[in-house]
């Protein structure tokens, strides 16, 4: 099982009230992993990255996507190592320019799952 998948795992199990649905989409370029449905019935997407740095890489497909779709879009990143401050981070997708820039340096909207499952549970409300 590849890291992202791991981390897919991590999300869904944390988030038992939202409706995942993972995006394999040859067709359509840099559309992000996840699709997600919560009891409030609002639609988001979710892209997964893990990384063992500070650093998190993008296709430029994947960049023009958060471009040019900045709402309701999301970046969950898995830090790795026994250096990772905040394991757990999620960014909005319009912060995407300044997340390829800056990284896990960047100021997350969430720190944790925990966080993370709260805000997702609440959006539309």
């Not at 991590?10 to 988030?15: A, F, N, Q």
């Not at 998190?56 to 023009?64: K, L, V």
């Not at 912060?95 to 800056?102: A, D, H, P």
Request: hydrophobic share 40%; charged share 20%; proline share 5%.
């Amino acid at each position: 099982m590849g890291a992202e998948q791991k981390l897919y795992k991590k999300l869904k199990e944390s988030t038992p009230q939202i409706i995942w649905n993972r995006v394999e989409n040859l067709s359509i370029p840099g559309m992000p992993d996840l699709l997600g449905y919560n009891t409030n019935g609002h639609f988001f997407t979710v892209e997964l990255k893990v990384t063992k740095g500070r650093k998190i890489r993008f296709s430029p497909h994947q960049i023009a996507f958060h471009v040019t779709h900045p709402n309701n879009t999301f970046i969950i990143a898995e830090a790795l190592g026994p250096r990772a401050l905040n394991r757990f981070q999620m960014f909005r997708g319009s912060c995407i320019m300044e997340l390829t820039g800056r990284g896990l340096e960047l100021e997350a909207c969430c720190l944790g799952l925990e966080a993370i499952q709260k805000f997702l549970y609440q959006l539309g409300a």
